[in-house]
């Protein structure tokens, strides 16, 4: 179920969308409607649905990328629109992890994953170093820390966009279609990695994806169409596609 | 890994790029390091050649724009003289001259009297100077003697007259050595101009104290002096350092150099700019990933200034380097050979860096200001 947002469950949830539109500025695209949701502190939820569905928007919201048209996004009981360094939170509260990785390539891993501490609590470029290193190692790739994103395999490079989005000890990671670029070997390595994260360090992970894979490993999967929320209890597992993706138009009902 | 690396790394990144955008900034710094250079060079040579006379004031016809059409009688000098504060008076008159067969034009030759402080105080370092029993004598400079490839006893040709070379002398500087000197009223006969000089050159009586003060004290009363009719002699008088530095040809030169360095300059910072606009726009996506992981706006704006600030730096250090060879290719030019001290001062190389910050900034505020207003969600949606 899709819990009701209230003031007494504030601390319990890590986000809470409140009947949240989303129409784009040219008056003519609602990309979502009338939106409700929260997420707990420490869930794992995937968000799918078909291409155009909201996925990105409401990722962006749930981000604080973007601003609702209307209603309200809070994030630990505070709405987003009240904040006013929202550069600050999206650097100490969120990561993000990209289908395309957005790493620097001049840069090395070990460099690519200092670059959100510019931001972060304040730490000298010895402990960036010693905390990126120890990311890194964390995601496996201690043997790569001085190599550039053009001489990792993609994997590899998605690893260090998820050391990169743990940084600054986010509680919350949005991945939007982390293994969207990987082979079946590496997005499952990235999921393991994924299940792990959230299983030790009990990170808040929300990932949008088009894949049942990647799905069926999240605790909880909310589910869009056409810019609206499938109930919880009619979109199910069952609405994934089994042998990988969601399918265009699925048998899901808008409310 | 310190900010500052980030940006090191982005310019780097299109290496051809932004080695020709920085040779393109190299050339319009030394072009504007060498021109200002060439100016204030011909300012304090010709400050350095009065200071060598011991001249303290110089006086001109009033509102002449260009000391060579000052055109006063000879006989004002004996009304300087009687000023009080006044210790000597050199009535001089200079024109330009050529020397058609060695492509040497515009050569300043002075007309001065033999017995004035001007002709004594001429550094002979072959021969003598010239005295009143002389007809048809020169001196020449020692750089415009090695010019012509002459030496003291030969003969050279000026303005269709023969005119045998009494002595050389070696002048305060560069400027100096490339000039010619002979009797006053020789150079009147010559230039058909009789009686008449372009300007006085003034020593003061050394116990009256600063120079200057004295000169301020004094000016007022040369232009006060008039003729047996009682109307104003038109005459104005300056400092030497004062009539140099509003000299017509200090002026113009410095107005030529500032002219075309800000040309340079402003093609330079159009490469700049296109540099840096093309940087921004492919890079629109990573820089909203980056603002999407939380860096401000005013970081995003310090990366690409950074970039802009790095390029310009190296090109501007790169043109300061090139600058003194520059000067050096000017200074040999025949046309300006003997006119230019092939020297790089500390205020060239000052006004270099400030060009290149200036630079810097001209080219790099609009990118940086579109990388800052990049929206993330706007860049990431096309991933």
């Given amino acids: ?255 | 890994m310190p900010f500052d690396i980030v940006a090191l790394k982005n310019v780097w990144r299109r290496p051809t790029r932004s080695v020709l955008t920085c040779i393109g900034i190299a050339l319009a710094v030394a072009t504007a390091v060498a021109l200002l250079g060439f100016a204030s060079g011909l300012e304090r040579s010709s400050l350095e050649v009065y200071g060598a006379h011991g001249v303290d004031m110089v006086v001109l016809r009033s509102g002449v724009s260009e000391r060579l059409t000052s055109n006063l009688d000879e006989r004002i000098a004996e009304r300087l003289a009687a000023l009080p504060a006044v210790r000597a008076v050199n009535p001089s008159l200079t024109d330009l001259i050529s020397f058609g067969d060695r492509s040497l034009i515009g050569i300043p030759v002075h007309g001065w009297p033999a017995d004035r402080f001007a002709v004594a105080t001429l550094q002979v370092i072959d021969g003598r100077r010239v005295s009143d029993r002389d007809r048809a004598a020169v001196m020449l400079g020692q750089g415009l003697a090695a010019g012509l490839n002459k030496c003291v006893g030969d003969e050279v040709e000026i303005e269709s007259h023969q005119f045998s070379i009494v002595g050389i002398y070696q002048g305060a500087n560069l400027l100096e050595n490339s000039t010619a000197v002979m009797r006053l009223p020789e150079l009147q006969e010559l230039m058909d101009r009789p009686r008449q000089v372009t300007e006085f050159q003034l020593q003061l009586h050394d116990n009256l104290g600063d120079a200057r003060r004295v000169a301020e004290l004094l000016r007022p009363q040369i232009a006060a002096l008039t003729n047996a009719q009682g109307k104003p002699l038109g005459l104005a008088a300056m400092a030497t350092e004062e009539f140099v530095t509003g000299s017509a040809e200090v002026r113009m030169a410095q107005g030529m150099a500032v002219a075309t360095s800000l040309i340079a300059l402003l093609i330079s910072s159009i490469s700049v700019l296109n540099t840096m606009i093309m940087s921004v726009f492919e890079r629109t996506q990573e820089i909203g990933a980056l603002r999407a992981i939380g860096w401000r706006r005013s970081r995003v704006l310090r990366m690409v200034l950074g970039e802009s600030c790095l390029l310009s730096a190296v090109g501007g250090l790169l043109g300061i380097g090139v600058a003194w060879p520059c000067i050096l290719l000017l200074s040999r030019a025949p046309a300006l050979e003997g006119f230019i001290r092939p020297e790089l001062s500390a205020t060239a190389v000052g006004e270099g860096l400030m060009l290149t910050m200036l630079l810097a900034v001209a080219g790099g505020f609009y990118p940086a200001y579109r990388a800052m207003r990049i929206a993330p969600s706007e860049a990431l949606r096309y991933e």
């Fill in chain 1, 1 to 255: 179920m899709n819990n009701p947002p209230s003031p007494a469950n504030a601390e319990a949830y890590l986000l809470q969308v409140r009947q949240v539109s989303r129409v784009f500025s040219d008056g003519q695209v609602s990309a979502l409607v009338d939106v409700s949701l929260s997420i707990r502190r420490g869930e794992y939820a995937a968000i799918v649905g078909p291409s155009g569905s909201g996925k990105s928007t409401l990722l962006n919201l749930l981000g604080a990328l973007d601003r609702p048209t209307h209603g309200e996004v809070l994030f630990g009981g505070r709405s987003l629109s009240a904040i006013r360094d929202i550069d600050s939170l999206r650097a100490c509260q969120i990561g993000f992890v990209f289908q395309s990785f957005h790493l620097l390539p001049t840069l090395s891993a070990l460099e690519n994953v200092q670059i959100p501490m510019f931001e972060g609590p304040r730490r000298s470029p010895s402990e960036r170093i010693r905390k990126a290193q120890e990311l890194l190692t964390i995601v496996g790739l201690a043997r790569r820390m001085h190599h550039l994103p053009s001489q990792m395999s993609v994997g590899e490079r998605q690893r260090t966009a998820i050391a990169r989005a743990l940084a600054n000890d986010p509680p919350l990671i949005l991945a939007d279609e982390p293994t969207g670029n990987l082979d079946s070997h590496s997005g499952s390595a990235i999921l393991d990695l994924f299940d792990s994260l959230h299983r030790e360090r009990h990170v808040t992970l929300v990932v949008i994806t088009h894949s049942s894979d990647v799905a069926q490993r999240a605790e909880r999967i909310i589910t869009l169409h056409d810019g609206r929320l499938v109930p919880e209890n009619e979109s199910g597992r069952e609405f994934l596609h089994p042998q990988g993706h969601v399918p265009a138009v699925s048998n899901s009902t808008s409310p």
